[in-house]
T-cell receptor, first 116, second 114 residues
Framework: KAGVTQTPRYLIKTRGQQVTLSCSPI?????VSWYQQTPGQGLQFLFE???????NKGNFPGRFSGRQFSNSRSEMNVSTLELGDSALYLC???????????????FGPGTRLTVL | DQQVKQNSPSLSVQEGRISILNCDYT??????FLWYKKYPAEGPTFLIS?????DKNEDGRFTVFLNKSAKHLSLHIVPSQPGDSAVYFC?????????????FGKGTSLLVTP
């Protein structure tokens, strides 16, 4: 089975712009979670989608949003980019709605976003 | 505010010896803990987990210990191998009516030298 894929792998934007990141889960997986990784804050949970519905949300401002399509692919959008949004954005897929509880969460390689 | 803390940003261990990675947490509502391993340019991969009703879980060379009273968990790798060199993240989950909250530590970079 192909793993979780994320596009693009690298992205450079300027402050005030918006960005959309894409994640394709493993075939058959219905849960997609998004994470932000920065040196200062470590790995932080953004939100989880299951069957096109957001099930859980971390402590991030409303500038961070996401959606999931009927084929389970997910997009994450960040509007009005700030310098502090520079980070590695990771997507993870899971076959069930339990997310990390069932320990079968598979991560993609991430999208490296740089905000100038 | 960081609820899961990995106070050692790096650790160096000789091949064949034991690696001990530590993790402390502040939220007593955490009821499930996981360890992830991450190589450069790759996403984290799940390693081992433990429920709060247990104090030990073992999987091959990896053992996780949980001390609830001290709000402390540790990952032991015995024997350590050079391929274990990676960044290790501790994560904790709490579950409530509003859903689950997932919290990660900042990671500990383990270097296993031959």
């Amino acid at each position: 089975k192909a793993g979780v894929t994320q596009t693009p792998r690298y992205l450079i934007k300027t402050r005030g712009q918006q960005v959309t990141l894409s994640c394709s889960p493993i075939s058959g997986h219905r849960s997609v979670s998004w994470y932000q990784q920065t040196p200062g804050q470590g790995l932080q949970f953004l939100f989880e989608y299951f069957s096109e519905t957001q099930r859980n949300k971390g402590n991030f401002p409303g500038r961070f949003s996401g959606r999931q399509f009927s084929n389970s692919r997910s997009e994450m959008n960040v509007s009005t980019l700030e310098l502090g949004d520079s980070a590695l954005y990771l997507c993870a897929s899971s076959p069930q709605a339990a997310g990390p509880f069932d320990d079968t969460q598979y991560f993609g390689p991430g999208t490296r976003l740089t905000v100038l | 505010d960081q609820q899961v803390k990995q106070n050692s940003p790096s650790l160096s261990v000789q091949e064949g010896r034991i690696s001990i990675l530590n993790c402390d947490y502040t939220n007593s509502m955490f009821d499930y803990f996981l360890w992830y391993k991450k190589y450069p340019a790759e996403g984290p991969t799940f390693l081992i987990s433990i429920s709060s009703i247990k104090d030990k879980n073992e999987d091959g060379r990896f053992t996780v210990f949980l001390n609830k009273s001290a709000k402390h968990l540790s990952l032991h790798i015995v024997p350590s191998q050079p391929g274990d060199s990676a960044v290790y993240f501790c994560a904790a989950i709490s579950n409530s009516n509003s859903g689950y909250a997932l919290n990660f530590g900042k990671g500990t970079s383990l270097l296993v030298t031959p």
